[in-house]
T-cell receptor, first 114, second 114 residues
Framework: AQSVTQLGSHVSVSEGALVLLRCNYS??????LFWYVQYPNQGLQLLLK??????LVKGINGFEAEFKKSETSFHLTKPSAHMSDAAEYFC????????????FGDGTTLTVKP | NAGVTQTPKFRVLKTGQSMTLLCAQD?????MYWYRQDPGMGLRLIHY???????AKGEVPDGYNVSRLKKQNFLLGLESAAPSQTSVYFC?????????????FGPGTRLTVL
């Protein structure tokens, strides 16, 4: 069984401030972890993923995330927010024994204030 | 390379009417999925397919049927629409690399059932 919890359904930051979106997961087998971004009226797009190897992964648009097994976390960060980062962000977990099915968190809406 | 496409983009149905949503992918992916997205509930898996001619139930399959007669197409049917099926529907596809590959999403179909 697998599950994802995203802490905070809404996060607001000022332009230029640090972005931190939290994701905790549970999985009975080693997980594959993903962050997706959804802009208004669009589908989800992959930001970054962790499968194996280096626990700090870098994605598009300056985002990165760190896999911490001991904390079962995969938080998403960006050093300096840009207005164009305003969107909804989804964390997802996928197990390699689960026919490729993903479990998504409920999403976090990021607002960037000028 | 169009990726994942969905038709139609919008649809309004009356209770009891039927309809079929079409998803097509041109990436030769084995896995395909149908999700629904409702406010504050993330994405919930309706049905999925691990290959041509196969389908399986996801988290919320009731009221929906699917077919995968061709590898590139995945159809979602509503036999008798209900207001509770008002939602945004997303199709996704992925390769079968044991879950490591990301899912690629279509732009969505916004369905309203009156």
């Amino acid at each position: 069984a697998q599950s994802v919890t995203q802490l905070g359904s809404h996060v607001s930051v000022s332009e230029g401030a640090l972005v931190l979106l939290r994701c905790n997961y549970s999985s009975s087998v080693p997980p594959y972890l993903f962050w997706y971004v959804q802009y208004p009226n669009q589908g989800l797009q992959l930001l970054l993923k962790y499968t194996t190897g280096a626990t700090l992964v870098k994605g598009i648009n300056g985002f990165e995330a760190e896999f911490k097994k001991s904390e079962t976390s995969f938080h998403l960060t960006k050093p300096s927010a840009h207005m164009s980062d305003a969107a909804e962000y989804f964390c997802a977990v996928r197990a390699n024994t689960n026919a490729g099915k993903s479990t998504f968190g409920d999403g976090t809406t990021l607002t960037v204030k000028p | 390379n169009a990726g994942v496409t969905q038709t139609p983009k919008f649809r309004v149905l009356k209770t009891g009417q039927s309809m079929t949503l079409l998803c097509a992918q041109d990436m030769n992916h084995e896995y395909m999925y149908w999700y629904r997205q409702d406010p504050g509930m993330g994405l919930r898996l309706i049905h999925y397919s691990v290959g041509e001619g196969t389908t399986a139930k996801g988290e919320v399959p009731d009221g929906y049927n699917v077919s995968r007669l061709k590898k590139q197409n995945f159809l979602l049917g509503l036999e008798s629409a209900a207001p509770s099926q008002t939602s945004v529907y997303f199709c996704a596809s992925s390769d079968n690399t044991g879950g490591q590959g990301p899912q690629y999403f279509g732009p969505g179909t916004r369905l309203t059932v009156l």
